[in-house]
């Protein structure tokens, strides 16, 4: 190679770090593995070695990724916030135990090891017991201050209590920072993502980005419903005399212990690289069965001083050594690009691949985004691709291997028509989305009448999918309104349908009237429009006659609500087709506004369970909480949380506990499941008292 072409080769290869670094730190949405982008990082640090001429400052293998965000106030750190070397190849856990045995000039060196977890560094301070600031890493040297939303973390205490006896006890500093991780747990992230899909949302890439994500949301109270976690690794003190003996890092890890912060339970040591081997086996296997993601392992020389006489490189600190677990991917091929049109007439591009073994489960499909995100991949129908499990989760094509082409790849091209109803489609760059507009389009009245029955909204018991496509199918129903119409005997004269059947949907449309007002505003299906969101409008307008008079300007001045959801509120609310959608379900009974349902339904005198008081506990078979809770008060019953002498009844499922055990105790009457549904069903009202 010439010099030139080394000289164009570093500087691509910085140009396109740079653009990986913005997308990870400030959009939270990388589009390259972290072990593609290492790769590249590796190559360039491998031409600066080699060519010291072409080496600069402000490359970024010098300069730390920036996360920062000018919406945060910027804050410096108090000690530079270096993030370690990164490793997948076991030869180089080999080559760092020799480097340091070497440099230290000793054998007998202490390792630890640890998770590495796949979260968002920040370093939290402590003053007095107290939690003042909190500062995402920045560019290592200052970082964007959080605090607000730092203090939504439960296990982060607003302020430590000195009773606690492990607090401040000799070694602990007062006035201290703290570094750790903050994640947010799989299960939490499965959640938020249920949520996101009932609210018409993309889901969230991955656990990681939604952190980073979250730790940037301006409002503080969407934080703490996002419900992170963190684990701590790291103390400082923050006043020199003040400093503690911390001897190791075991020492230290004990500490933030006794201050009462979290951190993780997994910490080992080891002496040698082959015992560093066995402790990362040890935890790539325990990582199947964690609520969060690790992504490798962080391994640390123990002692302190040691420590502190190997230094660190403006970068990296010398003493450790980041190992990362290869990330979960499969080739396979991709035969065929299907597309879908969701409720909102939204088309999306999705892959059918080959099935393919990854990371535990089999993937056949994948999602594409949009069209943009095609382009720019260049992805083709018969190309051989790599799919990856974006953070383990949601499986992505991440590439595809171009030099396995055989000439009969062929793109798809964003659709000119809808490809269910054939209307043309229109641009929408706002979301680099293209949508079916024809209100009448099957695949948009079908998700229309999905999320109208919906749990969240309307929430009608006995109307699965696929009832709805067959609905549509014979014509029975266009809109959410019709499905009033529907008359019990045509019902149960249908294919697969029966007497039960029918009374089970005219029950659940019945009951589907006096669902919360939110879950009516909710169930209207208005784009862009989410539960909370439904909730926030619920509580500010009483009724949709005053909602439709809300201007963008009045919306957007709401909680939560910004000006592009504002103006897709009023957008959809004065179309025509919507007045028509709304007069009709007014006329059904479905009322649009803030009425007294909700109270007659919670203490009514009607029903088979009319001023009772019920306790739910353990698990039901067919039934959620939530389910038997509309079901309790639907048939005129209270829900309580406790047993006492005034519960009437005690409905027990799998697993009950304490609460069955006071049941017998006061004499309250137990049902199981049968005996229950028996009692709430209409018509069978006697049931319970025999
Ligand atoms: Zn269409």
């Not at 070695?49 to 108090?78: I, Q």
């Not at 209590?161 to 939490?188: C, I, K, N, Q």
């Not at 109208?452 to 929430?459: E, M, P, S, W």
């Amino acid at each position: 190679m010439t010099d030139e072409s080394i000289r164009v080769e570093i500087d691509h290869l910085r140009r396109e770090i740079e653009r990986h670094n913005d997308l990870y730190y400030k959009h939270a949405s990388p589009v390259i593995s972290d072990q593609e982008y290492d790769a590249l990082e590796r190559r360039l640090r491998a031409l600066e070695a080699e060519y010291p001429e072409l080496a600069a400052a402000d490359s970024p293998t010098v300069c730390v990724g920036a996360d920062s965000d000018s919406r945060f106030p910027s804050r410096p750190h108090s000690h530079p916030m270096l993030s370690l070397a990164n490793s997948y190849d076991p030869l180089e856990v080999t080559a760092f135990v020799k480097r340091l045995r070497r440099d230290l000039g000793r054998e007998d060196l202490v390792f630890t090891v640890e998770p590495k977890i796949d979260g968002v560094a920040l370093a939290v301070r402590y003053r007095d017991g107290l939690l003042t600031t909190a500062l995402t890493r920045g560019d290592g040297r200052s970082g964007d201050d959080v605090s607000d939303n730092a203090r939504t973390i439960t296990e982060l205490p607003a302020r430590l209590d000195d009773s606690w006896p492990g607090v401040f006890p000799g070694e602990a500093p007062r006035s201290f920072e703290v570094r750790g991780e903050a994640y947010l747990r799989l299960t939490r992230f499965g959640q938020l993502n249920r949520m996101r899909a009932a609210e018409g949302l993309e889901p969230m890439a991955n656990p990681r980005n939604a952190t980073a994500g979250t730790l940037k949301t301006l409002d503080s109270r969407e934080v703490a419903r996002r419900g992170l976690s963190v684990f701590c690794y790291q103390l400082f003190s923050l006043e020199p005399e003040d400093a503690p003996d911390l001897s190791s890092h075991q020492v230290e890890m004990e500490v933030i212990r006794s201050l009462g912060l979290p951190t993780n339970p997994f910490l080992r040591t080891a002496t040698d690289p082959e015992e560093i081997m066995a402790r990362l086996d040890e935890l790539a296997v325990l990582r199947q069965g964690l609520d969060y993601q690790i992504d490798g392992a962080v391994i640390k020389l123990d002692d302190r001083a040691q420590q502190v006489s190997l230094g660190a490189t403006a970068k990296s600190p010398r003493w450790g050594l980041a190992f990362k677990f290869p990330a979960a991917e499969a080739v396979t091929r991709l035969l065929d690009i299907t597309v879908q049109v969701g409720r909102t007439g939204v088309i999306t591009p999705v892959a059918e691949l080959e099935p393919v073994g990854l990371a535990g489960s089999t993937v056949s499909r994948a999602t594409l985004h949009n069209w943009d995100e095609m382009a720019r991949k260049d992805i083709r129908i018969g190309d051989t691709v790599v799919v990856v499990k974006g953070g383990d989760i949601i499986p992505k094509i991440l590439r595809v291997l171009t030099d396995r082409r055989e000439g009969g790849e062929y793109a798809l091209d964003q659709p000119v028509d809808c490809p269910v109803c054939g209307t043309p489609v229109q641009s929408d760059p706002e979301q680099v989305a293209v949508r079916c507009v024809n209100p009448l389009c099957p695949a948009v009245l079908a998700g229309r009448l999905r999320h109208f029955a919906g749990r969240d909204a309307a929430d009608i018991d006995g109307l699965g999918g696929k009832w709805v496509d067959s609905f549509l199918e014979l014509g029975l129903i266009v809109t959410p309104d019709d499905l009033f119409n529907l008359e019990r005997d045509q019902l149960a004269v249908l294919p697969g349908w029966g007497e039960k059947s029918a009374d089970r949907l005219m029950t659940g449309l019945a009951r589907a009237k006096s669902r919360p007002w939110s879950a009516r505003i909710f169930s209207l299906g208005i784009p862009q429009v989410g539960v909370t969101t439904a909730r926030t409008l619920a509580g500010r307008f009483d009724s949709i006659d005053a909602l439709c008079g809300a201007t963008a300007e009045d919306l957007a001045d709401l909680p939560d609500i910004g000006p592009i959801v504002a103006a897709s509120i009023v957008e959809f609310l004065s179309h025509a087709s919507t007045s028509e959608f709304i007069n009709n379900l007014k006329k059904s009974g479905f009322l649009l506004e803030k009425e007294e349902i909700e109270e007659v339904d919670d203490g009514g005198l009607s029903g088979p369970m009319a001023g009772k008081t019920v306790v739910l506990t353990g698990t039901l078979d067919n039934l959620t909480r939530d389910q038997a809770k509309a079901l309790i008060r639907a048939a005129g019953g209270k829900v309580a949380g406790s047993v006492s002498g005034r519960t009437d009844y005690v409905v027990a499922g799998g697993k009950a506990g304490s609460k069955l055990e006071k049941a017998l105790q006061w004499g309250v009457e137990v049902l199981d499941e049968s005996g229950f549904l028996a009692l709430v069903q209409p018509g069978d009202g006697n049931h319970g008292n025999d």
